[in-house]
């Protein structure tokens, strides 16, 4: 489907950076943070982008992004788009994971 992070999951070094590119779909977009056993539910005092909005004709400069630093390499992230229009993006399929088991 068209609700979905590239890659869904990825391993990352305490330290590193990850960017999040928002292309593809335009609407509004979001990183938030949830856990395993609630992958749709926002972790309360997780991390969140906010919504971020994509153009519907957005050239490579235009694209907008979000850095998340990994503080902790040995914690699993879980993190979803909480956008919910026109349909839920989380149950999509728009979930994914970082240094996951």
Known sequence: GPFVFTPTTLNATTGSVITFNFSGVPGFHSVTQSNFSSPCQTMPGGFDSG??????????????????????ASIPIWFHCKQLAPQPHCTAGMVGGINVP
């Open 51 to 72: 919504f971020v909005q994509i153009g519907v004709s957005g050239t490579p400069a235009a694209i907008p992004t979000w850095n998340l630093t990994i503080t902790n």
